[in-house]
């Protein structure tokens, strides 16, 4: 089943992350919610080793790519399946927020204080509380 995720700080303007349909493989940004859109729709997937669970990846529909934070405090982007050895293309659902499985610290992030216009980009950054460019709802895909 795939999903939108919009970020709480998105909803007044009804964007999502999305793959920037400009750069395909660039890093992730929110943008306005469009039916059919496919580069706004994400399938969570729990990813597990042997029996073990290592988290979850979020699988972009139009790309086939995952979501993976490179590093703290940094945008996050796409990778191939086959290259997600590293750890920083896990994620935990913790509530409203999405974190990085490696480090808790870390969640998925709308960049800045606002406003947050479409074509803003998403990064890891520490916890601020709950704030709404930090939380975010998973809506189901209606197909």
């Known amino acids: 089943m795939y999903y939108r995720i919009q970020p709480r700080c998105g909803i007044e303007n009804n964007t999502v992350l999305s793959v920037n349909n400009n750069d395909l493989t660039g890093n992730l940004i929110i943008n306005t919610f469009k039916e059919g859109d496919d580069s706004q729709l994400w399938q969570p997937i729990v990813y597990d080793l042997k029996g073990n669970y290592i988290g979850i990846v979020l699988l972009n529909k139009k790309t086939g790519l995952v979501a993976i934070a490179p590093e703290n405090f940094a945008p996050v982007r796409q990778c191939k399946v ?3 050895a ?4 896990t994620w935990n ?3 409203t927020a999405i974190q990085l499985r490696n480090n808790t610290d870390m969640n998925l ?3 800045g204080n606002g406003p947050y216009p479409p074509g803003t980009e ?6 601020s509380k709950g704030d709404p460019n930090e939380t ?3 809506l189901a895909a209606d197909f």
């Open 86 to 89: 590293d750890q920083r293309v």
């Open 93 to 95: 659902l913790a509530g």
């Open 122 to 127: 998403v990064y890891v950054w520490d916890w």
């Open 136 to 138: 975010w709802n998973l």
């Open 109 to 111: 992030n709308v960049k």
């Open 82 to 84: 086959s290259e997600m």
